[in-house]
């Protein structure tokens, strides 16, 4: 079982930046590949990236790539989503989720775990 809680989300305005932070119970948390997720209103929960265990191998979306960068600190059991260059259409609610896999996933079937959630809102 695994437990995760976002924080850091807020109010930011456009061409700012953000650091996410999930924190996770328990202690095969290295194991686990995570990802990120967002959720706008009215929108599907979409993929933002992942990040695998071991050797911390990232990816991320289209989307937010070259602005989002995803790391994670295996001795605090925290994985972290640093936000750059943000846009009004970066406004969502952002998840973590954890899989009991090496590699990370893009889809959200494959996570067992997920937190629940830190606001992030971007004014233009």
């Known amino acids: 079982q695994v437990q995760l809680v976002e924080s850091g989300g807020g109010l930011v305005q456009a061409g700012g930046s953000l650091r996410l932070s999930c924190a996770a119970s328990?202690?095969?948390?290295?194991?686990?590949?995570m990802g990120w997720f967002r959720q706008a209103p009215g929108k599907e929960r979409e993929f933002v990236g992942h990040?695998?265990?071991?050797?911390?191998?990232?990816y991320a979306a289209d989307s937010v790539k070259g602005r989002f960068t995803i790391s994670r600190d295996n001795a605090k059991n925290t994985v972290y989503l640093q936000m750059n260059s943000l846009k009004p259409e970066d406004t969502a609610v952002y998840y973590c989720?954890?899989?009991?896999?090496?590699?990370?996933?893009?889809?959200?079937?494959?996570?067992?775990?997920w937190g629940q959630g830190t606001q992030v809102t971007v004014s233009s």
């Open positions: 989720a954890a899989a009991n896999r090496r590699s990370g996933s893009r889809w959200k079937g494959d996570y067992a775990y």
């Open positions: 990040i695998s265990s071991g050797a911390g191998i990232t």
């Open positions: 328990g202690r095969t948390f290295s194991s686990y590949a």
